[in-house]
């Protein structure tokens, strides 16, 4: 799977690496969900910035994971998402359920800090 | 291209990007292409097992565009209007890529019957000029 | 005039049914006779007050190179070097102000100039005169398409760059401050225009890493579903990039509009004038500030 997850402090920051096949897409939300369970993480970063598609398909796994980890009483935050994929996600109708976004890494930290 | 697994439905995609660039379509409107490309082979590969997507630049009216036909064999669609109707729900199956791709695209066409596969036919036009005006004066 | 409208794209000037004798024929008659015949092209031209803001030896030499492109494409059956020229043309006469009906007409003067030609050498045979009429003018109507439609897409590819440029002039996206961007926007909007700004903002965004954006549309007069579905989508997308956006200066017309089209207003914020706006957004962003600073006294885990 091109997706590295890293512990940082009492977090953790996924880091997509390439587009992901919907296999993947599946992989990576099995591997957050245990790891946010086997650290008690209070929050999550994934960072989509390798992501040129945000489909129907990424958003219901995002929104499942944040769903999940708001449960655990952890906050998950989207970070990286390009100006075209925002654009093409508002056009569909997408809605990311329960997911904090914010610019890039620097910012999603700032605001699980906040 | 031939379209049988998730990773089809990338490559597809990203030939759908390059596609779109090529003609003309700006980076935002190659992503709207790119994830209608998505969704549609995505329908394939769950309802049908495989089928195809071709992509291929088209002129009507004097307007440039392209279209996108994707192609399978599968059960088909029995109510394919209603499917188009639908409002979003995250938790909608066949019906959010349909949906997603009429909104992301300039026009969707679907021809399905139960038994008899789908064709979904959609395109995307590059801004409206005067040349097809001008042609139909 | 024109009897059939071809689409540019496939390629040839000769239909299927074409006597290839007949053409070779035809393009040997334009061969012998292209002094004349551009002489009476030229003359017809400034006759009719066409190109009025080239100088006749100007005219001359475009008609010359024009006529050889034709004649080629007659014979050669492919229109891409006529079409390259005809855009190399425009893209030289477009700034000079010449109009789209000047080179159509130009174009259809030619047509005639030489179907005249054709009348005269053939009038004694009339049946070869119709024969040779028959494989002159699909060919005839395909050239002066590409060279039409040549014009009027490098005319329409300046004025989408011209406007490009002034919707980049009109609607600045001013960094107040760190993280906080304002777009005022005035006068009417369009879906076009929209895009654009949607594309600004977004950009805007990024570079200066905003976390609230003001968007004023105080001059804006009035608003349709469309461009309402675009503000919509503005917000949505900022939203997803992590920056919030207040809406002020909504007139009570346009509210109502808003309303009566259904437009779902639930992800904006609106607050009543800019100024309004510009304290909400420093409440705001100061708010994130202090939270930060509190957490940040506190030992690290």
Known sequence: MPVSILKQREYLIASIQSALTDTEVLELRDALLAEVAKHRARGVIVDVAALDVIDSFVSRSLSTVARTNRLRGAKTVVVGIRPDVAVAMSQFGLRLDAVHTALDLEAGLELLDS | MHIASDADTVVARQKGREAALLIGLSRTEATFVATAISEIARNITIHAGHGEVVIREVTEDGRRGMVVVARDEGPGIRDVAAVLRQEYSSDAGLGIGLWGARRLMDEIEVSSAPGMGTTVTMKKWRGIDEVGLLLHE | ?301
């Open chain 3, 1 to 301: 005039m024109m009897q059939e409208v071809v689409p540019v794209v496939d390629g040839g000037v000769q239909g299927a049914d074409v006597d290839p004798a007949l053409l070779r024929e035809l393009v040997a008659h334009l061969r012998q006779d292209r002094t004349p015949l551009r002489e009476e092209w030229t003359r017809r031209i400034t006759e009719a007050q066409l190109l009025s803001v080239m100088t006749p030896d100007e005219i001359f030499s475009e008609v010359t190179a024009v006529y050889d492109n034709y004649v080629d494409a007659l014979e050669t059956g492919s229109v891409e070097a006529l079409e390259a020229y005809a855009r190399n043309l425009s893209e030289r006469i477009i700034p000079r102000g010449v109009e789209t009906h000047e080179v159509l007409g130009v174009v259809l003067l030619l047509r005639d100039v030489l179907a005249r030609s054709l009348f005269e050498k053939y009038q004694d045979d009339f049946g070869l005169m119709n024969r040779v009429l028959d494989a002159y003018e699909p060919a005839a109507n395909r050239i002066a398409v590409t060279v039409g439609v040549s014009f009027v897409q490098e005319r329409e590819r300046v004025i989408r760059q011209q406007q490009l440029a002034i919707r980049e002039l009109s609607t600045p996206v001013l960094k107040v401050r760190d993280q906080l961007l304002i777009l005022p926007i005035i006068g009417a909007l369009d879906t076009g225009r929209a895009r654009q700004l949607t594309e600004q903002l977004l950009t805007g965004i990024r570079e200066s890493r905003a976390k609230v954006v003001v968007i004023d549309i105080t001059g804006v007069p009035a608003i349709d579903m469309a461009v309402a579905n675009h503000l919509v989508q503005a917000v949505r997308a900022s939203g997803l990039m992590g920056a919030r956006v207040i809406i002020t200066g909504l007139s009570a017309d346009i509210a109502q509009t808003l309303v009566n089209l259904r437009v779902d207003l639930s992800m904006m914020q609106s607050v009543g004038d800019l100024q309004g706006g510009i304290e909400e957004a420093e409440r705001q962003l100061s708010y994130a500030v202090t939270r930060t600073g509190d957490v940040s006294r506190e030992p690290e885990a």
